[in-house]
């Protein structure tokens, strides 16, 4: 019995040891922060971010912040798009989302949905279909933009919008920009005309994130601590909704 407990206890010391390794190596390895992964950070304090108030964008409400090189990008599109058609709305109305921002869009739309349906996992996927768990989405990293309408309806139907949806399409990958929710995928959110993301920054992110997620997701779904996220499948949602996206953006 002692000659047993001893190997145990040796081959516990070496189970620890390899994983203070790996875990080691994982940090060297990284690149990109995990408070910036998840959006635990303020990016009005960050010298990377820029503040869309002082550039020519037009923006629906003030207070929104994107990475500078992002922004650059954008502003040539901006200005591309305004030459072939100025009466047309180009407008941001969605860039930067940090963590407490998500989980407040998040928390209200459980609470409304809670009365209606019961089970926790339904209510997940509903609030899924448009709207991103805390830490998990794109908006996080300061890369992404949503352009004049959150409403599939007005790329489809809107004159106006499915000019501006073309116009996107055939260009915007021009600027760096890909559509990261765009029609075929099998998973993940509902199509989002209106959603675009600088894919060579973006891509760096997602890339850490989907290596995080292969080899240790207990870092990123130990730290999300929103409401509903201990009723749910958190690490497989997280693993659908992060990394079902366009091919395009990686």
Not at 99 to 109: G, L, P, T, V
Not at 205 to 228: C, M, R, S, W
Request: charged share 25%; proline share 4%.
């Amino acid at each position: 019995m002692k000659k047993r407990s001893a190997k145990l206890k040796k081959k516990f010391k070496l189970t620890q040891m390899l994983t203070l390794l790996l875990c080691s190596t994982t940090a060297m390895a990284q690149t990109i922060p995990l408070t910036k992964l998840l959006g635990q950070f303020d990016e009005k304090k960050d010298d990377n971010f820029i503040s869309l108030d002082s550039t020519v964008l037009e923006v629906n409400k003030k207070g929104m912040y994107l990475q500078k090189e992002a922004t650059q990008q954008l502003i040539k599109a901006y200005h591309d798009f305004r030459k072939s058609y100025p009466n047309i709305p180009f407008i941001v109305v969605s860039a930067t989302r940090n963590y407490m921002y998500q989980n407040s869009i998040w928390q209200r739309k459980w609470n409304a949905l809670l009365p209606k349906l019961s089970d926790p996992q339904k209510i997940a996927k509903e609030i899924l279909q448009y709207s991103s768990m805390p830490g998990t989405s794109r908006h996080h990293w300061g890369t992404d933009i949503d352009i004049t309408s959150v409403s599939s309806e007005y790329f489809q139907y809107d004159p106006k919008g499915i000019i501006l949806y073309k116009w996107l399409q055939e260009n915007m990958p021009k600027y760096g920009f890909c559509q990261a929710f765009n029609e075929g995928r099998k998973g993940g959110y509902q199509p989002e005309e209106w959603h675009w993301s600088y894919k060579p920054i973006a891509s760096q992110y997602i890339a850490e994130y989907k290596a995080i997620l292969e080899h240790y997701p207990n870092t990123i779904t130990q730290v999300l601590d929103f409401i509903g996220h201990d009723k749910i499948e958190l690490e497989k949602l997280v693993k659908e909704y992060v990394l079902t996206v366009n091919n395009d953006c990686y």
